[in-house]
């Protein structure tokens, strides 16, 4: 892949990433729990964490954190966004290359538990109360059922991807 290709790949997933992130705001949470909501947009960011790499979903990642930003028009948006995005990817990254891509659902999950927790944290630096860790079981059980489907997702995206690009080589 050229260097324009995957620029251009590159901005092709951060649209559709934020356009995955848009359309899930118009769906109502699954649960009454503040913060607990599907993460689809992850499944992009999995999905070029194990098919371009990490710097590369990195750079995805926060591109469509302060695009949504403009749209959502608040500081605290931006900060919650960052603090689970960025530990979300972290957890991906230490994690994406351990497991055969069969499992990809499963860094998946532990990149959920690692958003909320990175939400979690924030949530209390911004409130200054640890009363909102009242709100970390349920939000695991979230995690860890919202983690499965958006793993899926990619797992089957990254599949394919896989066999899309092995067709080309052929042709």
């Known amino acids: 892949m050229s260097k324009t290709q995957k620029l251009v790949f590159m901005a092709l997933l951060t649209a559709l990433e934020l356009t995955i992130w848009v359309i899930e705001g118009q769906i109502p949470a699954p649960i009454p729990v503040p913060g607990v909501k599907l993460g689809l947009a992850s499944v992009i960011t999995l999905t070029a964490m194990a098919v371009m790499g990490r710097k590369e979903a990195g750079a995805i990642l926060l591109a469509r954190i302060f695009l949504s930003a403009l749209f959502a028009g608040s500081f605290s948006a931006i900060l919650f966004s960052l603090a689970g995005g960025i530990l979300s990817w972290a957890v991906m990254a230490a994690l994406v290359g351990r497991f055969p891509q069969k499992l990809l659902w499963v860094v998946s999950v532990f990149g959920a538990i690692g958003h909320n927790a990175g939400q979690l ?28 489907f958006t793993g899926m997702g990619a797992m089957y995206l990254v599949r394919a991807l896989d066999k899309y690009r092995a067709g080309r080589k052929g042709q």
């Open 121 to 148: 944290l924030a949530a209390a630096a911004v409130t200054r109360t640890a009363a909102i860790f009242w709100y970390g079981p349920a939000l695991l059980a979230a995690a860890i059922v919202t983690g499965a």
